[in-house]
C-alpha cells in the first residue's frame, strides 16, 4: 500500500523558515516525480513544486521560485525547503506522486498518490 506522510508545517513569521518533509512507501519510486502542491481557503489547490526521483530534475511555481527549494534523498523522503515566507504562503500543502511528462508537472490530475497535507501559517 503507497503511502505519503508529510511533516514539518506550522506556524511562521513572514521572513522565516520552514522544512516540509514526505516519508514515501509501499512502492519503488525511482520512476516517479514527487510533486509539491498547496492549497489556500476558498482557493484552487495550486502547483509549488515537483522533482524527479532519478535525476532530481525540478520545475518551480513563478512565486516560490528563488525562495523554495525541493529535493530528495535515498531514503525515500522528499523535501521542500521554504524560505522568506510570506503571508500569501500560508496554505494546506501536499506532497504527490507520480509520473507526469515534463510538460505536464504543474497538473495535479498527473499524480497518483497524495499525502495528507500539512498547514503552513506565515504571519505578517
Known amino acids: 500500500q503507497v503511502q505519503l506522510v508529510e511533516s514539518g508545517g506550522g506556524l511562521v513569521q513572514a521572513g522565516g523558515s520552514l522544512r516540509l518533509s514526505c516519508a514515501a512507501s509501499g512502492r519503488t519510486f525511482s520512476s516517479y516525480t514527487m510533486g509539491w502542491f498547496r492549497q489556500a481557503p476558498g482557493k484552487e489547490r495550486e502547483f509549488v513544486a515537483a522533482i524527479t526521483w532519478s535525476a532530481g530534475s525540478t520545475s518551480y511555481a513563478d512565486s516560490v521560485k528563488g525562495r523554495f527549494t525541493a529535493a530528495i534523498n535515498n531514503a525515500r523522503t522528499a523535501y521542500l525547503q521554504m524560505n522568506s515566507l510570506k503571508p500569501e504562503d500560508t496554505a494546506v500543502y501536499y506532497c504527490?506522486?507520480?509520473?507526469?511528462?515534463?510538460?505536464?508537472?504543474?497538473?495535479?490530475?498527473?499524480?497518483?498518490?497524495w499525502g495528507q497535507g500539512t498547514q503552513v501559517t506565515v504571519s505578517s
Open positions: 504527490a506522486a507520480g509520473r507526469p511528462p515534463p510538460s505536464n508537472r504543474d497538473n495535479a490530475l498527473r499524480y497518483d498518490y
